[in-house]
């Protein structure tokens, strides 16, 4: 028979194991492990420093919108740090929509009808998410250099990430997989308090100007139900660009309406 002493000990080894169980039962499903060069794999997924700068090219453009989604061939511009404008084309390759961010706001002209109307994608009191955030990591030039260190490299169940942490909550998730030249990220997502605000997705990677661009990709802004998907065609990096191009001048008589598909017939 095991004296008290012994008793005692083994209750307080079962108790220790069954704190332990608990502990790990209650991990969340994206429960993390803290890993190491956080900045040499933002280096590595994004090897071209400051990017490719601009870019300009032909690109087939799908717009979706609160369930309904229409497709056209477009014109895609993008200058870091983060500008960009798509102009979805009509079949005499005039633009039927245009679209830009402006501070904070995206905003959708069409051309033939002066009318124009504005989106505001990202939930309200989300002042941390730009809406053309995801510009620079298109570009190749991935977050701005000050602030890779304050990125962590982590293993999900899923697979492996770098997450940024900001008031002790994920800001923003860079997942990223292997390819023939070692990795390349897949997506990228910014949260607002639990809830992804924007999330950038890649198609596989290639090199422009100096620069690893992806050949497709689609922006998601899900608190707005909009998604826009580009797969670029012919393309040229690091041309100048006018900020009238990026961000162009309404006219007068322009009409605000509210946002709707732009119809190809």
């Known amino acids: 028979m095991p004296s008290e002493g012994q008793r005692e000990r083994r209750l307080g080894s079962s108790l220790a194991a069954a704190l332990l169980a608990a502990a790990v039962l209650s991990l969340p499903a994206c429960a993390t492990t803290p890993g190491t060069g956080a900045v040499d794999t933002l280096e590595a997924l994004f090897p071209g420093g400051a990017g490719a700068g601009s870019l300009r090219g032909e690109a087939e453009v799908t717009v979706s919108l609160a369930g309904g989604s229409v497709t056209f061939p477009g014109a895609v511009i993008l200058q ?3 500008s960009f404008r798509i102009d979805l084309l009509d079949p005499f390759d005039r633009p039927a929509a245009v679209i830009f961010s402006r501070g904070g706001e995206l905003i959708q002209y069409r051309p033939s009808a002066a009318e124009a109307a504005l989106l505001r994608p990202l939930p309200d009191g989300c002042r941390s998410v730009a809406p053309d955030g995801w510009v620079p990591f298109v570009l ?5 250099p000050a602030g890779m260190d304050s990125y962590r490299a982590v293993r999900w169940f899923g697979g492996d ?3 940024k942490y900001e008031w ?3 800001a923003v998730k860079i997942d990223y997989r292997p390819d023939g030249e070692g990795t390349s990220p897949s ?6 308090g ?3 605000a924007m999330r950038l997705e890649f198609g596989e990677m290639r090199p422009v100007g100096g620069a690893r661009i992806p050949g497709s990709f689609t922006v998601n802004y899900p608190g707005a139900g909009m998604k826009v998907s580009v797969a670029l065609g012919a393309v040229e990096a690091g041309v100048p660009l006018d900020a009238s191009i990026l961000d162009p001048p ?3 008589r322009t009409r605000w309406v509210e946002w709707d598909l732009v119809r190809s017939d």
């Open 161 to 163: 990430s770098l997450v």
């Open 187 to 192: 997506t990228v997502s910014w949260y607002c």
């Open 194 to 196: 639990e809830e992804i």
């Open 168 to 170: 002790g909550t994920i």
């Open 140 to 144: 190749g030039a991935g977050p701005p």
């Open 250 to 252: 309404l006219p007068a």
């Open 80 to 82: 870091a740090p983060s």
